[in-house]
């Protein structure tokens, strides 16, 4: 006979966790302790509620957030061991971003004009990101995190976060707010193909809570897969807003309002 | 080993060897599994997705104090509810996101914190209604499917407290959902009436 609180063996019967025999045995123990068959009878239910659960999962915008802020973060501590990771970059742009209403991405590809020559400015028109849910880390948060000043180790033996592409390859756009057309420039002065577009932003102005109204954010995201440069490095901006960097095969430019970028690829 | 478990321990080597890139497999690998942890945990997407953030800035920062004594999941986890804590804790600091303190299974309102969920079945309000140590317990086990040790290894608690929480979690969600289920009938009742 069965202890009244024998919950483990409850546990066990609910999860069917023993032979038909041993099942029939141990529940007809519990003929004489309502408890646990009430005990028993709640465990079934709620492991058939939970059995039912649907999957849950991060969109792909919401993954291709998650992921390009990490790595923001991390690679941000690759160059700085000894700081806090920073605060996500447009948040970090938020009083840029208040006093614009349109897009301009500059990019100069060094790898195709070298020197002075290096540059070739491209004008691209910006749409309205749509909103998305993307709630901004704030500082104090990212400091109060429990992994906060950890990392001192790693961040030495993190490499680079832009090594070499392979090959020439294409253009691919993931999300952005810039225009199909302004992406096929951008495509062009890399001396590749555009794959696909999509005007489809992925921060709002709202998402920020900027002080402006009106859209005062655009951002654009540009892959690179494969390109035609053999290595990127560190944008040199003129003024807030944008941000490159590289995930695996694929360069991200990420711009914002009222900006120009020249971005060398040596 | 298990194939997961030998391919994480190779991509971690990789890892601290300075290959970011298998950083960013062994985040694709995980990250879903990961979101949906928090997810439960929290019960709201976007402080969700604030905590899978957070949990693989620090999973990259103290790679290298990961022995390898338990799974990577395992201590996945571990930096995942702990993180989920710290959000919570913080949350009611700084009261941003309200959340249930008591479990009271008659009290079908407690688990108003699911605002930004966008579906709602009973067994999401069920679950948030849950204390944290719960529903952390219940997520680990029954919906994440971890052995009971690895969830006890994950919440940083004695095998016994597990087997505890998860029974005691379990009845209340069961309680709830009853109390839920009883609720909408009435409203249904009412609303024909």
Redesign the interface.
Same mark, same amino acid.
């Given at each position: 006979m069965m202890h009244e609180h024998d919950?483990?063996l409850? /546990?066990a019967i609910?999860a069917g966790d023993m032979s038909r025999e041993e099942q029939a045995a141990a529940e007809a123990s519990l003929a004489s302790c309502k408890v646990c068959r009430t005990?028993l009878?709640?465990?079934r239910?709620?492991?058939e509620?939970? /059995? /039912?659960?649907?999957?849950? @999962?991060?969109n792909d915008l919401? %993954?291709a957030?998650?992921?390009r802020?990490?790595?923001t973060?991390?690679?941000s501590?690759a160059t700085r061991p000894d700081s806090l990771?920073r605060a996500p970059w447009f948040q970090r742009w938020i009083p840029a971003m208040a006093a614009a209403a349109a897009l301009l991405v500059v990019v100069g590809v060094g790898s195709v004009l070298v020197g002075d020559s290096a540059e070739t400015d491209l004008a691209v028109e910006a749409t309205t990101a749509p909103t998305e849910?993307? %709630?901004a880390?704030a500082d104090e948060? @990212?400091a109060?995190?429990?992994?906060a000043g950890?990392?001192d180790?790693?961040a030495e033996?993190?490499?680079t976060?832009m090594a070499a592409l392979d090959s020439p390859g294409s253009v691919v756009v993931e999300y952005g707010s810039i225009s199909s057309e302004g992406l096929q420039d951008v495509a062009l002065s890399l001396g590749a193909s555009l794959e696909a577009a999509e005007a489809d932003g992925y921060v709002s102005p709202s998402d920020l809570q900027s002080p402006s109204p009106e859209p005062a954010l655009a951002c654009a995201e540009v892959a690179l897969e494969n390109g035609p440069i053999s290595a990127i490095g560190r944008a040199s901006v003129e003024g807030d807003g944008v941000e490159i960097y590289r995930?695996?095969d694929s360069v991200y430019v990420y711009a914002a309002v009222d900006c120009s970028l020249s971005a060398t690829f040596e | 080993m298990s194939f997961r478990s030998a391919e994480d321990a190779r991509l971690i080597s990789l890892v601290?060897?300075?290959?970011?890139?298998a +950083?960013?497999e062994l985040?694709q690998a995980h990250?879903?599994r990961v +979101?949906?942890v928090c997810? !439960?945990i929290l019960a709201n997407?976007?402080?969700a997705?604030?905590a899978?953030?957070?949990v +693989?800035?620090?999973v990259? !920062?103290?790679?290298?104090?990961f022995s390898g004594a338990s799974a990577f999941s395992t201590w996945l986890y571990r930096?995942a509810v702990?993180?989920c804590y710290?959000q919570l804790r913080?949350a009611r600091r700084h009261e941003v996101l309200p959340w249930p303190e008591t479990t009271d299974p008659a009290d079908a309102h407690s688990a108003n914190a699911l605002e930004?969920i966008e579906?709602r079945?009973?067994?999401e309000r069920?679950l948030a209604a849950l204390t944290p140590d719960f529903r952390a317990a219940?997520v680990l086990s029954?919906?994440e499917g971890l052995p009971l040790q690895a969830v006890a290894e994950a919440l940083d608690v004695p095998l016994g407290t597990v087997?505890?929480r998860? +029974?005691r979690? !379990?009845?209340l969600?069961?309680?709830h959902? !009853?109390n839920l289920s009883g609720s909408s009938v009435h409203q249904r009742g009412e609303h024909d009436a």
């Open positions: 919950t483990e409850i /546990a609910a005990d009878q709640l465990q239910e709620a492991l509620a939970l /059995a /039912a659960a649907p999957p849950v @999962m991060m919401e %993954r957030a998650v992921r802020q990490v790595w973060a991390v690679t501590d990771p849910n993307l %709630r880390t948060e @990212m109060e995190a429990p992994s950890a990392l180790d790693v033996a993190a490499p976060p995930i695996n | 601290l060897g300075g290959d970011n890139r +950083f960013d985040m990250e879903d +979101f949906a997810l !439960r997407r976007e402080a997705l604030d899978v953030q957070e +693989f800035i620090t990259y !920062r103290k790679l290298q104090q930096i702990n993180t710290d913080r930004s579906l079945p009973d067994l069920a219940v029954d919906l087997k505890s998860v +029974f979690g !379990r009845r969600l069961a309680e959902l !009853r």
